[in-house]
C-alpha cells in the first residue's frame, strides 16, 4: 500500500524511510546468473541489469509483465521569455496528440509493451516567470507532487517518467545550476532547436534565475523555484515508485533534471532508477554524471515524452527474460568450466 503525505516534511519523512532491494533476492538471482548456460559475464551489463530488476522485486527469477508510462504536462511562464523554438500552445496541443495515440511516445509505449497515462497539470494556468519571482508557491508544489504519486499504478513492474511541457528545458537547466553550480553556459541547451541568439537569450535567463533565487541544496525548495508541475509531478512519481518496489527507467534532461532534486533530498533516493537514455540535449551528459547513472542507450534522441526510457524498456525486458527464462547447465546437460 502506498501511504499518502500534505506536507512537505511528510514526503521528505518518507523519502528517508523508503524500501531498499532485498539482499537475498539479489544474492540468489546472483547465484542462478552464475549457473545459466553461457561464459560467466558473457551477456555484460545485461546480467547486471536483471540481478538489479530481482533484488528490487525481491524476486530472484521476474518477469517484467506491466511497464508503465506516464506522460506528465505542465506550461511554464518563463516561456514568454523566448526561450523555446515553439509557442506555448503546442504544450496542449501535443497532450491532445498523445491522448488520440499520434505521438512517438504512444507508438515507443505500444512496442514496449507498456500502457500509457496521461496527466495533465493546470495548462490554463502555467507557473510563474522563475525570473520574477517562485515559479510555483508551496501548496502548487504539493499538488503537482502528489498528482505524479497517485499516478504510479502500484501493479505495474516498471516505470518511465516522461513529460511534454514547451520551455522546460530552461526550467530544467536552472535546476542544474542551481543544485550543481557551474555557469549557465553549460547547463543551458537548444531544447526543441533555438537558433544562436534564442541559446543567449536562454542562457542568460537561466542566469538571471538562479541569481535570484540563489543556489540551493533543498530539492523542494529548487523543484518549487525552477521547477514546474509536470517537473514535480515527474518527481512524486519516481518516489512513488520506490515506495511499491517498482523499478524506473528515467528518460532526458528535465525527467532527470527532476530526479535531481529527489536526490538532492535523499542521496539514495534513486537507487531504483536507470538511465534510460542520454539525450542528444547538451547538458544531459554531465547531469548523469552528477546522478552517477550510465545511459543504457545513446540514440541522439531529443524529444522528451518518456521516449528513451520506454525505448529502454525492451533492453530491461531482454536482460531479464535471459535471466529468468535460460536453462542453467545442469538443466541443459552442458559442460561447465570446472
Ligand atoms: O528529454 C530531453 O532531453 C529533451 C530535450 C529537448 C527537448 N525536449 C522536449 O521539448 C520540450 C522542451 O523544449 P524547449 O525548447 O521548449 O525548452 C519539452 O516538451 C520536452 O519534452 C526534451
Ligand atoms: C512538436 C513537439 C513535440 C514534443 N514532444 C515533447 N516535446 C515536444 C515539443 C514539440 C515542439
Not at 162 to 189: K, R, V
Not at 213 to 226: C, E, F, K, N, S
Not at 242 to 256: A, H, M, N, T
Not at 293 to 321: C, Q, T
Amino acid at each position: 500500500m502506498l501511504p499518502d503525505f500534505t506536507t512537505p516534511d511528510d514526503f521528505r519523512a518518507l523519502l528517508a524511510a523508503a524500501p531498499s532491494p532485498d539482499g537475498a533476492a539479489t544474492e540468489a538471482a546472483r547465484s542462478r546468473n552464475g549457473q545459466l548456460t553461457k561464459p560467466p559475464g558473457a551477456l555484460g551489463r545485461l546480467e547486471d541489469l536483471a540481478i538489479w530488476y530481482a533484488g528490487w522485486r525481491d524476486d530472484p527469477r521476474p518477469s517484467i509483465m506491466a511497464p508503465q508510462v506516464i506522460v506528465f504536462a505542465g506550461n511554464h511562464g518563463v516561456a514568454a521569455r523566448g526561450v523555446s523554438a515553439f509557442p506555448a500552445e503546442v504544450t496542449v496541443q501535443m497532450v491532445a496528440n498523445f491522448r488520440a495515440g499520434g505521438a512517438a511516445i504512444n507508438q515507443l509505449a505500444g512496442a514496449a509493451g507498456a500502457r500509457m497515462d496521461v496527466h495533465a497539470l493546470d495548462l490554463d494556468r502555467p507557473t510563474a516567470d522563475f525570473t520574477r519571482g517562485p515559479a510555483m508557491d508551496e501548496r502548487d508544489l504539493m499538488v503537482a507532487l502528489r498528482t505524479g504519486w497517485k499516478a504510479v499504478d502500484s501493479q505495474a513492474d516498471l516505470l518511465v517518467v516522461g513529460e511534454m511541457g514547451i520551455a522546460n528545458t530552461t526550467a530544467a537547466a536552472a535546476i542544474c545550476l542551481a543544485l550543481f553550480g557551474g555557469e549557465a553556459a553549460d547547463w543551458t541547451g537548444r531544447g526543441t532547436g533555438v537558433d544562436d541568439d534564442g541559446l543567449l537569450q536562454k542562457r542568460s535567463v537561466v542566469a538571471d534565475a538562479v541569481e535570484r533565487h540563489g543556489a540551493h541544496t533543498d530539492g523542494l525548495a529548487v523543484l518549487a523555484r525552477l521547477g514546474g508541475r509536470e517537473i514535480a509531478a515527474m518527481a512524486g512519481a519516481i518516489a512513488a515508485a520506490r515506495q511499491l518496489r517498482i523499478p524506473v527507467l528515467l528518460d532526458g534532461f528535465i525527467c532527470c533534471a527532476a530526479a535531481a532534486c529527489l536526490q538532492a533530498l535523499d542521496a539514495r533516493a534513486l537507487d531504483h532508477c536507470l538511465a534510460g537514455h542520454q539525450s542528444a540535449e547538451s547538458a544531459h551528459a554531465e547531469l548523469l554524471r552528477h546522478l552517477g547513472k550510465e545511459p543504457l542507450l545513446s540514440l541522439g534522441l531529443r524529444l522528451g515524452e518518456g521516449s528513451g526510457g520506454a525505448l529502454a524498456i525492451n533492453i530491461l525486458k531482454a536482460a531479464v527474460a535471459c535471466h529468468s527464462g535460460m536453462a542453467t547447465f545442469a538443466e541443459a546437460g552442458v559442460a561447465g568450466d570446472d
